[in-house]
């Protein structure tokens, strides 16, 4: 399972979604929905401009950890 820990960093950076949205150039309906862990995908293009707003690496974003149980024959390919 990946959780995205976008909200973790942005309160360390004492950032708020609407400056941030602004700043990387993102909705903030769609920051808001990558922010909740609803996103199904991140554009490599916006992890990178998040990283670089934030000052962070994309693992300080991105965590992965796993779920005895959660079915791993359900990727989508």
Request: glycine share 8%.
């Amino acid at each position: 399972m990946i959780i995205i820990n976008l909200d973790v960093m942005m309160a360390k950076r004492k950032i708020g979604l609407n400056d941030l949205a602004s700043k990387i150039n993102i909705t903030q309906a769609n920051l808001s929905i990558l922010k909740n862990g609803k996103g199904k995908a991140v554009r490599l293009s916006t992890l990178n401009r998040l990283c670089r707003e934030l000052e962070c690496q994309p693992g300080d974003i991105l965590e992965y950890k796993y779920i005895e149980g959660e079915g791993d024959d359900n990727y989508d390919e």
